[in-house]
């Protein structure tokens, strides 16, 4: 039979060949690494034999559905585990998510820790056995009975949901419905961990029974989950929400859930990012605007908002018509636009705003900075000419990746995103809209990632993904294109013949939510800014009151230079001094006494780099200005440490 490999080659293989005996063709690292092939772009089990003429691909644990596979095997495994111990606990559902798997469990009583031991360690055993998984193919009738026979009214109920024939997977004496695929058996898994027990209510829905679910993470190698568990420790340590609190950032309160309170500190760094941001838009062309927080109903309706994104606005009553909270900036921008004629000769128009917006999130969901209520978008609308769109977009991407590198981000992607179910405005115009994006990424060569379907209601997308140094990626700048709001404000400009004719708006966000980006920024940095971010830059501590006035004489001059600066005048012992500010990750330290005061020198330290001896005041000044100027990011190294 002939199989048709990625890169367009044919092999023969023998008939009825499998997925493994074609990696086992192809090598023998292939083949131990296989775990489920691919098959014309359908994800299958590696021991199924492959079709005669098939475009097969062999997975592995390096891709996505690589992973997918092998953790949704894993919470196979983990249900049987759970089944073994705790024979009356029903199943529910259990899938792979981005980082590990789940197994959702109806159990009279929640799971101790100590249950979650005896549980990872049944697992092992059920690794160890390396017990073969089986798909069974089976009509509705024949999975309705066994389910009923083994009082499993979670399953039962899933079945009311699938259409045409279900199948069921059974590894040992043990089954669950499945779609599949599997690993070819349960020692695939080397390597278990079970990380923790939530509450989730059965199919996501509070008019439901509360369910027990245990989270999991699974490795094909012992030292890769030890990795893995050393980067899950180093990510609580830099947690957003914990160095939030430590360094005097920012705090959330009963009073307003998902509204962030800024403290002095936090004040400080979010101006830092701010005025950086605000520099860098009047170089490039923007001009500054602000629009009202709160406009009427009409608008909102105008603009679609009101039909496609209503269940996350807020309202309120004015003059006894409703308004609501803007979610968004654009209505308000276009408003701006509509107030005076426009020429094709002005265009590009670009209008940026560091807007507060407000959006419903569920309280279940609010997580420290990452998911708020309220927050501000570094939003922008520019207004152009259709034959302007790819240098625009192309300008636009430019822009953002010269911020990312700023703030010490190097390592970004991107995802084209095209048109979902509810879009609004002609298929025509998405096609254009979406071929436009593609042929400014494929200009440039920018290797990205096309998700179908997840485009804005009123166009196509770009979504740029910044990685931490912890390897976690995070969604911050969009560049949308919309032709449909143009269209439903009836903006207009007059063309060089005279003719009126409609715009081309683009929305786009660099950092996306100013709120979320301070919290990547400091997990990215665990706290240790760069000198020109951090709150207080230097901290002046004199080693007696006596030298308080020389003190006094370093932040004068610290002042004028543009340092953020303070004086520790307590009357505390240095070391103490020295820790806290060390706690504090304030990158300068400088320790003046009489030698100091005398020769107008300064003792310096900077942050986890130690004593770096005596220094004359005034180059010290020059010398962090000019770091601070050049926005290095000396002193401070995100790496993880091995
Ligand atoms: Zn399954
Ligand atoms: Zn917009």
Not at 53 to 68: H, L, M, Q, R, Y
Request: charged share 25%.
């Amino acid at each position: 039979m002939n199989i048709i490999l990625p890169d367009n080659s044919v092999k023969v293989l023998p008939d009825t060949s499998t997925g493994l005996n074609l990696a086992q063709s192809i090598g023998p690292r292939l083949a131990k690494e296989a775990l489920a092939v691919k098959v014309n772009g359908a994800l299958r089990d590696l021991l199924l034999p492959l079709p005669e003429n098939a475009s097969v691909e062999i997975v592995t644990f390096d891709s996505e559905p690589g992973k997918s596979v092998f953790w949704h095997t894993s919470s196979h495994i983990l249900a049987q585990a759970v089944q073994e111990l705790f024979p009356s606990a029903k199943i529910a559902i259990g899938p792979a998510i981005e980082n590990g798997f789940y197994y959702d469990f109806d159990v009279d009583h929640p799971f101790t820790p100590q249950d979650l031991l005896a549980i990872e360690k049944k697992c092992k055993e059920i690794m160890d056995a390396k017990t073969p998984l089986k798909r069974i193919e089976c009509g509705v009738d024949e999975a309705r009975s066994y389910f009923s026979g083994k009082s499993e009214p979670y399953k039962l109920d899933l079945l009311g949901d699938i259409e045409g024939s279900p199948s069921m997977y059974e590894q040992g004496t043990w089954r669950d419905l499945c779609r599949g695929p599997h690993l070819p058996n349960t020692g695939y898994v080397r390597a278990i961990k079970l990380l923790s027990v939530a509450g989730a209510y059965w199919r996501g829905s509070e008019k439901n029974k509360m369910l027990q679910r245990i989270y999991g993470i699974s490795f094909p190698k012992q030292s890769m989950l030890d990795e893995h568990m050393r980067l899950l420790e180093e990510a609580q340590k830099r947690d957003h929400r914990k160095l939030g609190k430590e360094l005097d950032l920012f705090s959330f309160h009963s009073e307003g859930a998902g509204f962030p309170f800024w403290h002095g500190n936090g004040m400080l760094l979010y101006n830092a990012i701010m005025d950086y941001c605000r520099s860098e838009h009047r170089s490039a062309g923007y001009q500054e605007v602000k629009t009202p927080m709160i406009l009427n109903e009409e608008l909102w309706r105008k603009s679609g908002h009101w039909d496609k994104y209503r269940d996350n606005m807020y309202f309120t009553t004015i003059d006894e018509v409703v308004h609501a909270v803007k979610p968004m900036n654009c209505p308000g921008g276009l408003l701006i636009y509509k107030n005076s004629p426009h020429s094709y000769k002005e265009f590009p128009i670009k209008y940026c705003e560091f807007g507060l917006v407000h959006r419903h999130e569920k309280a279940g969901v609010l997580q420290g900075l990452f998911r708020v209520r309220q927050f501000t978008q570094d939003d922008a609308h520019i207004f152009c000419l259709p034959e302007q769109i790819e240098t625009q977009i192309d300008k636009v991407i430019d822009f953002i990746i010269h911020i990312y590198r700023t703030f010490g981000f190097s390592d970004y992607t991107m995802e084209l995103s095209t048109r979902p179910d509810n879009y609004i405005g002609a298929l025509e115009i998405w096609e254009k809209a979406e071929n436009a994006l593609k042929q400014v990424l494929d200009a440039k060569k920018y290797s990205y990632k096309i998700n179908a379907g997840d485009g804005a209601f009123y166009g196509p997308k770009i979504d740029f993904h910044i990685k931490d140094c912890l390897g976690r990626s995070w969604q911050c700048g969009t560049v949308q294109l919309d032709f449909s709001m143009p269209e439903r404000f009836e903006l207009e400009y007059t063309d060089a013949a005279g003719q009126k004719k409609r715009p081309v708006m683009i929305h786009r966000a660099l950092l996306g939510s100013m709120e979320r980006f301070l919290g990547i920024l400091l997990e990215h940095y665990g706290g240790a800014l760069p000198l020109w971010l951090a709150p207080q830059q230097v901290r002046i501590i004199p080693i007696s009151e006596k030298f308080i006035d020389y003190a006094h004489n370093v932040q004068t001059q610290c002042i004028a230079a543009g340092l953020r600066s303070e004086i520790d005048d307590r009357p505390e012992k240095m070391g103490y001094k020295i820790r806290e500010a060390e706690v504090k990750k304030i990158p300068c330290m400088v320790i003046v006494g009489e030698k100091e005061a005398e020769a107008a020198t300064v003792s310096i330290r900077y942050h986890g780099k130690g004593d770096l001896g005596a220094q004359p005041l005034e180059s010290f000044i020059e010398q962090v200005t000019a770091e601070v100027n050049g926005k290095g990011l000396l002193q401070t190294n995100p790496r993880v440490g091995g």
